[in-house]
């Protein structure tokens, strides 16, 4: 990713810090706060964590007008800018930059403990960032080189999707469709399911009850069977004597 040096964000600030000349590392085994003349520093003032872009400075400035006393790049941590001793977690020595290529290590002490606690959490938590980016930077680069999968149709392609296991329609539980020439609905009054009497022609019915009256004179009956229903009219009664129906005008 880009680094923007425009922009300079502060990650600690303690407002009170020693600074101490340190004699020349006697040994590989590091270097001992006890060495210094701890009750005689040679500056005290404030001291500023910044960052601007990868980088991380500390910055010694004057209590009351801010004037910058020494200044230590760092670039990474830990590191050779920044080297804690070996017989006290309250005191450090840096590696200050004149920013004309001469550098000089000074000590660098806290009054209080949790101040030196703070000023290790700053520079740590600044440099997992700077870790974190330059990872997430490679993955990106690693991506935009591999080449890109091309899912899309070409001209003239298709597909063909096979769908199984679709059960065909029982037929027995299909609904039955209307025959032509359907019967008619009952009448009012005729319950569901009952069954409607057919009629019967005079020639299929069949006498059931000795009293019945035929229809047809053989002589051996009334002749004036009909009554006053023959007086309405001959052509009533030829009418009845054919269909075996009484017409009433």
């Known amino acids: 990713m880009a680094e923007d040096n425009s922009y300079e964000s502060i990650l600690c600030v303690k407002p009170e810090v020693h600074?101490?000349?340190i004699p020349p590392r006697a040994s590989n085994r590091g270097y001992r706060?006890?060495?210094w003349k701890l009750d005689q520093p040679a500056w005290s003032g404030r001291m500023k964590i910044t960052a601007k872009g990868k980088m991380a400075f500390i910055k010694m400035e004057d209590k009351i007008t801010g004037e910058l006393f020494a200044q230590a790049p760092v670039d990474q941590y830990p590191g050779s800018a920044v080297e804690a001793v070996?017989?006290?977690?309250?005191y450090f020595v840096i590696r200050i930059d004149d920013g004309n290529g001469r550098h000089a290590f000074?000590?660098?002490g806290f009054a209080d403990r949790g101040d030196s606690f703070d000023f290790n959490v700053a520079l740590q938590d600044h440099f997992k960032w700077v870790k974190q980016e330059g990872e997430l930077a490679k993955m990106e680069a690693t991506q935009s080189a591999a080449p890109k999968l091309d899912l899309s149709f070409k001209e003239g392609q298709t597909i063909k999707i096979s769908i199984g296991n679709i059960k065909k329609k029982d037929a027995s539980l299909a609904k039955p469709r209307p025959v032509a020439g359907g019967l008619l609905p009952p009448p009012p009054g005729v319950k569901a399911g009952g069954?409607?009497?057919m009629l019967q022609s005079p020639e299929a019915a069949t006498p059931t009850d000795a009293n019945t009256v035929p229809l047809f004179d053989d002589g051996s009956t009334n002749s004036d069977v009909w009554g006053?229903?023959?007086s309405?009219?001959?052509n009533s009664s030829k009418d009845a004597v054919q269909t075996g129906w009484v017409q009433f005008s």
């Open 19 to 21: 600074v101490y000349r």
């Open 33 to 35: 706060a006890a060495d």
């Open 86 to 90: 070996t017989d006290s977690s309250r």
């Open 106 to 108: 000074i000590g660098l």
């Open 195 to 197: 069954v409607i009497p």
């Open 228 to 230: 006053d229903f023959t």
């Open 232 to 234: 309405a009219g001959s």
